[in-house]
């Protein structure tokens, strides 16, 4: 295939354009231009004026479109929009929660608040409102900062072709600007010779149908000159971007790491630690069969030389033990030092890496697959080209943020719907008070030189003037104006009650006072039923818009911060101190192992995987006197506690108030603790002075008891003693009695 030239390349992109350019954008961009003109109280055209002028009416017009569209812009921009990041893994939560503050860091640099309440304008107004994440290369220093931006809807051209309200199946998205020659040196210093190179240009492109003489605001398309620092008048030059969606081959490719050599040292060295314990236990095993084979030859079983031939195969099978045993061990000390790194890769990157032996033989696998990349190509004027380099993102960075979609890049605006009742509402009112002009200053009707006409037309109009008219002729007759038709005053009213039914938005919501329920409750419904229409689109438009522009900065952040960096965020609340209201995120942190080498990163930010999705409703206003009645009842239920409900009011220093409350809470737990530790105390004493008492009684009757028990002792102590003396008084008399009967006997022989 022949090799597109730089020239050819920016001849295609100012084809694209003309293609883009056609019928039925410019047909959308003027249409587009009068609802934004009628928003900026352009709603009367030159001719208009001119005609109205001729017929001696008025050219004034009651905007009932400025506030009904700036009361929108308020419903869906009172608050910033946030994300939720949520971890793909348990490891990617910490780095998740990083996320969402580094999107509100990026947003706080950006100025989001302020450019999310201008492209709500765009899509309200003009009918569509762009993003554009980016990342400024100059911002911290050259290190670069991730921005949002807002884009000109008129400055945007779309792929006629694409059908998908986010432009996600678009096969271009161009960006093309008037720019002076200095504003795009300034832009783009490091393509300057380019730039002065690029012939002068008439291809200005306007639709506007206003009048910039007679017009009210001035407005981009109205400048088309500028000025350099020499106070000269520039030419202006097209300037255009290119991003376009291709797909390109990819690797999956997993790479098995080895460990580095100071690594590998130290597991060589614990290797030889477990080998040489290993070659201990071989070397008495072969002490043990030296000495088994010399017993079997000295007991006649085996012959010397057989002997000696099998203590020599013994060693050799030893050695060879020893050696595979290292092998072995060290196999696995590698393989469990060894990681397995995934990593993707282009298609010409990994062929690169195959063509090497080395690293070829550490390729576990390799998977190809096919993504999306944004191709950014940069031109100026006819065809001088600048730069083209490919984006690191599978989608385009400009987010559209459309009104009402009609199935084609040409959203419609809510304004148009209210134009033709503008235009009657301006017409009732300018006829009306055309009417009550003629009737306060009549027209007469006289016979020609009945009356001086200088003097009649000096004072015909001033109060109790005295008009005088020549005698003999016919005084001057007053011309009365018809009657103004009451249908005139029924259009005015209808016309207010249809300009806010075809928005959706009430007087209430606008703060007319004669307009508001009379009670709290009916105010509060009537929030909730004239907000339904906006809360729909919310729904269904803008939360899918907010959350494809926050998966667009998720990839161009990730990309873009991949080393290490503080981020010093601002995080105001009431009743914090500045100190409280800092708060530092760091990530991709370094992970050092004991020989100083980084062998990984603590959220690692870059490798993190996670979604993001937009919080529903974070934009839309909040009710706080519904909300904090809605507290008072969880208060009084007692769902909540009263720091709770604090906690949520408006109260100046809420935070002190909290902090005393919580100390009163706790000084109030310690007090009952105490009293409950003093009843406890009490009771214990009552206890120990009834055990005291008991105790008392337990000792006297012991003692009691022993005295019985002593006295019971001497009893039987006395009976025992005269128990003895009896039985020796009874023993003395058995013998005499012995003895005299022995006697008797004697005798008696």
Same mark, same amino acid.
């Given at each position: 295939?022949?090799?597109?030239?730089?020239?050819?390349?920016?001849?295609?992109?100012?084809?694209?354009?003309?293609?883009?350019?056609?019928?039925?954008?410019?047909?959308?961009?003027?249409?587009?231009?009068?609802?934004?003109?009628?928003?900026?109280?352009?709603?009367?055209?030159?001719?208009?004026?001119?005609?109205?002028?001729?017929?001696?009416?008025?050219?004034?017009?009651?905007?009932?479109?400025?506030?009904?569209?700036?009361?929108?812009?308020?419903?869906?921009?009172?608050?910033?929009?946030?994300?939720?990041?949520?971890?793909?893994?348990?490891?990617?939560?910490?780095?998740?929660?990083?996320?969402?503050?580094?999107?509100?860091?990026?947003?706080?640099?950006?100025?989001?608040?302020?450019?999310?309440?201008?492209?709500?304008?765009?899509?309200?107004?003009?009918?569509?409102?762009?993003?554009?994440?980016?990342?400024?290369?100059?911002?911290?220093?050259?290190?670069?900062?991730?921005?949002?931006?807002?884009?000109?809807?008129?400055?945007?051209?779309?792929?006629?072709?694409?059908?998908?309200?986010?432009?996600?199946?678009?096969?271009?998205?161009?960006?093309?600007?008037?720019?002076?020659?200095?504003?795009?040196?300034?832009?783009?210093?490091?393509?300057?010779?380019?730039?002065?190179?690029?012939?002068?240009?008439?291809?200005?492109?306007?639709?506007?149908?206003?009048?910039?003489?007679?017009?009210?605001?001035?407005?981009?398309?109205?400048?088309?000159?500028?000025?350099?620092?020499?106070?000269?008048?520039?030419?202006?030059?097209?300037?255009?971007?290119?991003?376009?969606?291709?797909?390109?081959?990819?690797?999956?490719?997993?790479?098995?790491?080895?460990? /580095?050599? =100071?690594?590998? $040292? &130290? %597991?060589?060295?614990?290797?030889?630690?477990?080998?040489?314990?290993?070659?201990?236990? +071989?070397?008495?095993?072969?002490?043990?069969?030296?000495?088994?084979?010399?017993?079997?030859?000295?007991?006649?079983?085996?012959?010397?030389?057989?002997?000696?031939?099998?203590?020599?195969?013994?060693?050799?099978?030893?050695?060879?033990?020893?050696?595979?045993?290292?092998?072995?061990?060290?196999?696995?000390?590698?393989?469990?030092?060894?990681?397995?790194?995934?990593?993707?890769?282009?298609?010409?990157?990994?062929?690169?890496?195959?063509?090497?032996?080395?690293?070829?033989?550490?390729?576990?696998?390799?998977?190809?697959?096919?993504?999306?990349?944004?191709?950014?190509?940069?031109?100026?004027?006819?065809?001088?080209?600048?730069?083209?380099?490919?984006?690191?993102?599978?989608?385009?960075?400009?987010?559209?943020?459309?009104?009402?979609?009609?199935?084609? /890049?040409? =959203?419609?605006? $809510? &304004? %148009?719907?209210?134009?033709?009742?503008?235009?009657?509402?301006?017409?009732?009112?300018? +006829?009306?008070?055309?009417?009550?002009?003629?009737?306060?200053?009549?027209?007469?009707?006289?016979?020609?030189?009945?009356?001086?006409?200088?003097?009649?037309?000096?004072?015909?109009?001033?109060?109790?003037?005295?008009?005088?008219?020549?005698?003999?002729?016919?005084?001057?007759?007053?011309?009365?104006?018809?009657?103004?038709?009451?249908?005139?005053?029924?259009?005015?009213?209808?016309?207010?009650?249809?300009?806010?039914?075809?928005?959706?938005?009430?007087?209430?919501?606008?703060?007319?006072?004669?307009?508001?329920?009379?009670?709290?409750?009916?105010?509060?419904?009537?929030?909730?039923?004239?907000?339904?229409?906006?809360?729909?689109?919310?729904?269904?438009?803008?939360?899918?818009?907010?959350?494809?522009?926050?998966?667009?900065?998720?990839?161009?952040?990730?990309?873009?911060?991949?080393?290490?960096?503080?981020?010093?965020?601002?995080?105001?609340?009431?009743?914090?101190?500045?100190?409280?209201?800092?708060?530092?995120?760091?990530?991709?942190?370094?992970?050092?192992?004991?020989?100083?080498?980084?062998?990984?990163?603590?959220?690692?930010?870059?490798?993190?995987?996670?979604?993001?999705?937009?919080?529903?409703?974070?934009?839309?206003?909040?009710?706080?006197?519904?909300?904090?009645?809605?507290?008072?009842?969880?208060?009084?239920?007692?769902?909540?506690?009263?720091?709770?409900?604090?906690?949520?009011?408006?109260?100046?220093?809420?935070?002190?108030?909290?902090?005393?409350?919580?100390?009163?809470?706790?000084?109030?737990?310690?007090?009952?603790?105490?009293?409950?530790?003093?009843?406890?105390?009490?009771?214990?004493?009552?206890?120990?002075?009834?055990?005291?008492?008991?105790?008392?009684?337990?000792?006297?009757?012991?003692?009691?008891?022993?005295?019985?028990?002593?006295?019971?002792?001497?009893?039987?102590?006395?009976?025992?003693?005269?128990?003895?003396?009896?039985?020796?008084?009874?023993?003395?008399?058995?013998?005499?009695?012995?003895?005299?009967?022995?006697?008797?006997?004697?005798?008696?022989?």
């Amino acid at each position: 295939m022949a090799r597109i030239t730089n020239k050819k390349r920016a001849q295609v992109n100012k084809q694209l354009w003309e293609r883009a350019n056609n019928s039925h954008r410019q047909r959308w961009q003027t249409l587009s231009q009068k609802g934004f003109d009628f928003y900026l109280n352009e709603q009367l055209s030159k001719r208009e004026v001119d005609s109205l002028e001729e017929a001696g009416m008025p050219t004034f017009t009651i905007n009932r479109v400025t506030p009904i569209v700036e009361i929108m812009k308020y419903f869906v921009t009172a608050n910033n929009p946030r994300w939720k990041a949520v971890g793909a893994t348990g490891d990617d939560v910490d780095t998740a929660q990083v996320h969402s503050d580094i999107a509100d860091y990026c947003w706080y640099l950006s100025n989001g608040k302020s450019l999310y309440s201008q492209i709500v304008l765009d899509s309200l107004t003009k009918g569509i409102g762009y993003f554009l994440v980016d990342v400024d290369k100059d911002a911290d220093r050259g290190m670069g900062e991730v921005n949002f931006s807002r884009i000109d809807p008129y400055d945007v051209y779309v792929d006629p072709a694409s059908r998908d309200f986010l432009f996600r199946d678009a096969t271009f998205i161009m960006i093309r600007k008037n720019l002076s020659r200095s504003s795009l040196i300034n832009m783009l210093p490091e393509h300057e010779a380019k730039i002065r190179r690029v012939a002068k240009s008439t291809d200005v492109v306007s639709y506007s149908q206003r009048d910039t003489e007679e017009s009210y605001s001035i407005q981009p398309e109205d400048i088309t000159m500028g000025v350099n620092l020499d106070a000269e008048d520039e030419d202006v030059i097209p300037y255009y971007e290119t991003y376009a969606k291709k797909k390109f081959a990819y690797r999956n490719v997993f790479i098995r790491v080895t460990p /580095p050599p =100071a690594e590998l $040292a &130290v %597991i060589k060295e614990q290797v030889e630690e477990k080998i040489s314990d290993f070659q201990k236990e +071989i070397e008495v095993g072969l002490k043990e069969k030296e000495l088994q084979l010399q017993q079997a030859v000295e007991a006649g079983e085996m012959i010397p030389d057989r002997a000696q031939l099998e203590m020599e195969k013994a060693q050799k099978m030893a050695a060879q033990a020893v050696e595979e045993q290292r092998m072995q061990l060290m196999s696995e000390a590698q393989d469990a030092a060894t990681i397995i790194k995934q990593q993707v890769m282009s298609e010409s990157d990994f062929q690169i890496l195959s063509n090497s032996d080395e690293a070829k033989k550490n390729i576990v696998d390799a998977i190809k697959f096919y993504e999306n990349r944004i191709v950014l190509t940069c031109t100026v004027g006819d065809d001088v080209f600048l730069y083209e380099y490919t984006l690191p993102i599978s989608e385009y960075p400009i987010i559209p943020v459309p009104y009402m979609y009609t199935g084609t /890049p040409y =959203a419609m605006s $809510a &304004v %148009i719907p209210l134009i033709g009742k503008q235009q009657e509402i301006n017409k009732a009112h300018q +006829i009306m008070l055309h009417n009550a002009n003629l009737a306060s200053n009549l027209r007469w009707m006289y016979e020609e030189g009945s009356v001086p006409e200088e003097e009649w037309e000096q004072y015909s109009s001033s109060p109790g003037a005295l008009l005088k008219y020549r005698q003999g002729f016919t005084p001057p007759t007053p011309v009365l104006p018809a009657p103004i038709n009451n249908a005139f005053y029924t259009i005015t009213q209808e016309g207010k009650a249809d300009a806010e039914y075809i928005s959706g938005v009430p007087s209430a919501m606008m703060g007319f006072t004669q307009e508001q329920p009379e009670t709290y409750r009916g105010l509060l419904a009537n929030d909730e039923f004239g907000t339904r229409r906006l809360k729909a689109w919310m729904g269904s438009i803008v939360e899918p818009c907010l959350e494809h522009l926050g998966k667009c900065f998720q990839m161009i952040a990730q990309n873009h911060y991949s080393i290490e960096k503080v981020f010093r965020i601002v995080q105001p609340e009431a009743g914090q101190s500045p100190q409280e209201q800092e708060k530092e995120v760091r990530v991709n942190i370094p992970i050092y192992n004991d020989y100083g080498a980084a062998i990984g990163k603590y959220k690692d930010y870059a490798s993190a995987r996670f979604d993001v999705r937009v919080i529903a409703g974070a934009t839309m206003p909040v009710n706080r006197w519904a909300l904090l009645e809605e507290y008072f009842k969880w208060f009084q239920a007692g769902l909540i506690d009263d720091i709770a409900m604090i906690a949520e009011t408006d109260i100046r220093n809420k935070k002190g108030i909290v902090e005393r409350k919580s100390m009163y809470a706790q000084m109030q737990s310690q007090i009952s603790s105490m009293e409950e530790s003093i009843k406890d105390s009490e009771g214990t004493i009552e206890t120990l002075e009834r055990q005291l008492v008991q105790a008392g009684i337990k000792m006297k009757v012991g003692e009691a008891g022993n005295e019985i028990r002593k006295d019971v002792l001497e009893t039987e102590a006395q009976q025992k003693l005269l128990r003895g003396m009896l039985k020796s008084e009874f023993d003395k008399m058995k013998v005499e009695m012995k003895a005299n009967l022995s006697n008797e006997q004697n005798k008696k022989e």
